[in-house]
C-alpha cells in the first residue's frame, strides 16, 4: 500500500516463508513489477511456485530490464516498475511488514491495458473495471472549504 | 491493507490533519465501514469535509447501528463493517501509519451490490469490475508442491 506520496514510501506484507521475504531481508532493495490483467494465469502461476526452486524469468519467458538504481531487475511485460529500497524493518519482526521508499519509477507508455487484479483470497481475483471521473465533484468542495 | 489473517489485522495510513486521526489516537478503536459503488458521490463528499464542522451521519443521511464491541457506530448503508482496536502506534508518529486488529466483522447479506471502488488520487476512481474464479489453477499448483 502507499503510505505516504513524498517521499513515496510503500508498505510491503510479506508471508515469512516466501522466498522474497530473506531476500528483501538481506538485499534491503526490490523491484515493484506491476501486472495487467493479460498477465493474470502467468502471476498465478508465478505466485505459486519459489524463486528457491526455479528460475522464474527463465520458466515463464519474462524479460529482465537492468534498473537503474537497485540490483533487482525490472520485468519488460510489467505496465509499471517500482524500484525499492528499504527504509525500516522495525515492523519485520512482528508484522513480516517493511516500509520500503519507491527510488525510480517506470510505467511503459507502449503498455496499452491498464487494468489490474485484487486477489480476494480465496483463488478469485477481480480485474479493475470503468473508472469514474469525478474531479468536478472534488473541485466543488476544494472551493467550499 | 490486510497485515494478517489470524489475528485480523489491517494497517491504516491516515492524514494527520484528518479529524479521524486524532480521534483514532484518542479512543484508539474504530469502525471501518466499506462503502459500495452506490454510495460513491456520498462518499467523496463525506471525504471532502470534516466529523470536525459537520455531524456527517446527519448531513449525509446515514444511519448509525450500535457496534458490539468498540463505542464508535456501524454504517447501516455500508456492504461491510470491520470493528477495530488500535493495537500497534509505533508506526504513528513517523508514518501516520496505525495497526488496527478487526475483532468483530458484520456483512450485510440483503446489500445486493458488492463492488468496491478505489481512489487513483487524482478525483478519478476505478470501480470494481468482472471476477475471475482460478481456483482450478491454484489446486493444479498446490498439487505439484
Chains 1, 2 share one sequence.
Not at 515469512?16 to 538481506?26: D, E, G, V
Not at 527510488?103 to 511503459?108: A, G, H, N
Request: net charge positive; charged share 25%.
Amino acid at each position: 500500500m502507499m503510505l505516504e506520496f513524498e517521499p513515496p514510501r510503500i508498505g510491503c506484507s510479506l508471508g515469512p516463508w516466501n522466498y522474497s521475504f530473506a531476500t528483501l531481508r538481506k538485499t534491503k532493495e526490490c523491484v515493484i513489477a506491476i501486472p495487467t490483467v493479460d498477465l493474470i494465469s502467468k502471476v498465478i502461476d508465478i505466485g505459486n511456485c519459489s524463486g528457491k526452486d526455479v528460475d522464474k524469468f527463465n520458466v515463464f519467458g519474462l524479460t529482465p530490464i537492468a534498473a537503474k538504481k537497485v540490483a533487482a531487475p525490472l520485468v519488460a511485460e510489467c505496465f509499471a516498475n517500482l524500484e525499492c529500497r528499504v527504509v525500516d524493518t522495525r515492523m519485520v519482526s512482528k508484522y513480516n511488514f517493511f516500509i520500503l521508499e519507491a527510488v525510480k519509477v517506470w510505467t511503459d507508455p507502449k503498455h496499452k491495458e491498464r487494468r489490474t487484479f485484487h486477489a480476494n483470497g480465496d483463488g478469485t481475483f477481480v480485474i479493475d473495471g470503468r473508472t469514474i471521473n469525478l474531479k468536478k465533484r472534488m473541485v466543488k468542495w476544494q472551493g467550499l472549504l
